[in-house]
């Protein structure tokens, strides 16, 4: 069962940053927070994931509040490639499932 | 570093045939994955192993579907009978749980199932 809920979809212009945001209210204590994208007709990539701190590498940062009930994955420079469904999952701390959700279809405008 | 292989990519199939589709996971991974993607139904997890064994497989849909993991290198997802509604696209993952709940899944490229 998905806990999260994305917006369906956001447009970014080429070159900015885009900001995809994720809610997820019913989140425990030690359970982190996943980002994937999907690319049309590949499996789906790993991005970033996160606990409580914000953290950043070669794709992409993620933002997370304090109170752990949201977060945004920044894109910072999108590019035409970026174009995907991107998806915010949180993982549950038994088990080692991960439940997809709808996702953020991105499309990145030129 | 060869990430996850499946095959075959396409498969095209009448119903009631068996159908087997194939995972090798990335050399090390102990925990593999098998998810089905529908337009209706999106990604789903159908079962996974740890250490070649099942864990959870609450998500097959039903006796039709069988999966196997003989080795660690090696996975099977067999449908018999198959019937039209089986069409989605299946796809592998495997990761290496560190123990605290952070392991990341690699996903293959997918098996593209078409049952006539």
């Known amino acids: 069962d998905a806990k999260t809920t994305q917006p369906p979809s956001m447009d970014c212009a080429e070159g900015r940053a885009a900001n995809l945001p994720c809610n997820h209210s019913?989140?425990?204590?030690?359970?982190?927070v996943y980002w994937y994208r999907q690319i049309h007709s590949q499996g789906p990539q790993y991005i970033i994931h996160?606990?409580?701190n914000n953290e950043t590498n070669e794709m992409a940062s993620l933002i997370i509040t304090e109170d752990r009930k949201s977060s945004t994955l920044i894109l910072p420079h999108a590019t035409l490639r970026d174009t995907a469904v991107y998806y915010c999952i949180v993982r549950p701390n038994t088990g080692n499932q991960f439940y997809f959700g709808t996702g953020t279809s991105l499309t990145v405008i030129p | 570093d060869a990430g996850v292989i499946q095959s075959p990519r396409h498969e095209v199939t009448e119903m009631g045939q068996e159908v087997t589709l194939r995972c090798k996971p990335i050399?090390?991974?102990?925990?593999l994955f098998w998810y089905r993607q529908t337009m209706m139904r999106g990604l789903e997890l159908l079962i996974y192993f740890n250490n070649n064994v099942p864990i959870d497989d609450s998500g097959m849909p039903e006796d039709r579907f069988s999966a196997k993991m003989p080795n660690a290198s090696f996975s099977t997802l067999k449908i018999q009978p198959s019937e039209p509604r089986d069409s989605a696209v299946y796809f592998c993952?495997?990761?290496?749980?560190?123990?605290?709940?952070?392991?990341?899944?690699?996903f293959g490229p997918g098996t593209r199932l078409t049952v006539l």
């Open positions: 996160g606990l409580k």
């Open positions: 993952a495997s990761s290496f749980p560190s123990g605290t709940f952070t392991d990341t899944q690699y």
């Open positions: 050399s090390g991974h102990n925990s």
């Open positions: 019913t989140i425990s204590g030690n359970e982190y």
